[in-house]
T-cell receptor, first 112, second 115 residues
Framework: KQEVTQIPAALSVPEGENLVLNCSFTDSAIYNLQWFRQDPGKGLTSLLLIQSSQREQTSGRLNASLDKSSGRSTLYIAASQPGDSATYLCAVKDNAGNMLTFGGGTRLMVKP | GAGVSQSPRYKVAKRGQDVALRCDPISGHVSLFWYQQALGQGPEFLTYFQNEAQLDKSGLPSDRFFAERPEGSVSTLKIQRTQQEDSAVYLC?????????????FGAGTRLSVL
């Protein structure tokens, strides 16, 4: 059974810092990996989707990398802003099955 | 509508009461998913529909949980004889194509509190 772990569980940084969120998964037979953002009381917003054949995806100040063989992904946020404060969730879609398996999330707070 | 709509946004139920949670997916989306998110945790898969067919219900925690999508659009998640451990946010997601090969768009969720 696929298990997804996110480290750290919580992170507090001053505005302007570059930061890295980590995600690991136990079964490397994945179809794709997604990073989501969740604001309090809101649903999930997809930030980046990386297919299993890709190594990274970029969107604005966000860059996600994927190392399928080692079961790891990182989300890099450049020049963090208070508006980046949210919970970031990593989710994988296995080759078998249709659902996403999520990690527990990283709660990020960016202080002005 | 522009996005996935869920209702009600909040539901308080007494233990033993039956509840029904509604999901309106994005128009034309083939796939629909239900997830359960406990406080401080990531969402966990409950069930998956492709059009009106429920292709995977392996995540439903007990036979008290039932989901349907009779016309391949709106879906209802029903929980019978609610228990305190059912308290969670229930998220619905839809996707244009089958399976999870494409981006899933999530609703804001229904927060269920069982007293």
């Amino acid at each position: 059974k696929q298990e997804v772990t996110q480290i750290p569980a919580a992170l507090s940084v001053p505005e302007g810092e570059n930061l890295v969120l980590n995600c690991s998964f136990t079964d490397s037979a994945i179809y794709n990996l997604q990073w989501f953002r969740q604001d309090p009381g809101k649903g999930l917003t997809s930030l980046l989707l990386i297919q299993s054949s890709q190594r990274e995806q970029t969107s604005g100040r966000l860059n996600a990398s994927l190392d399928k063989s080692s079961g790891r992904s990182t989300l890099y946020i450049a020049a963090s802003q208070p508006g980046d404060s949210a919970t970031y969730l990593c989710a994988v879609k296995d080759n078998a099955g249709n659902m996403l398996t999520f990690g527990g999330g990283t709660r990020l707070m960016v202080k002005p | 509508g522009a996005g996935v709509s869920q209702s009600p946004r909040y539901k308080v139920a007494k233990r033993g009461q039956d509840v029904a949670l509604r999901c309106d997916p994005i128009s034309g989306h083939v796939s629909l998913f239900w997830y359960q998110q406990a406080l401080g945790q990531g969402p966990e898969f409950l069930t998956y529909f492709q059009n009106e067919a429920q292709l995977d219900k392996s995540g439903l925690p007990s036979d008290r949980f039932f989901a349907e999508r009779p016309e391949g659009s709106v879906s209802t998640l029903k929980i019978q004889r609610t228990q305190q451990e059912d308290s969670a946010v229930y998220l619905c997601a839809s996707s244009l194509e089958r399976g999870a090969m494409h981006i899933q768009y999530f609703g804001a969720g229904t927060r269920l509190s069982v007293l």
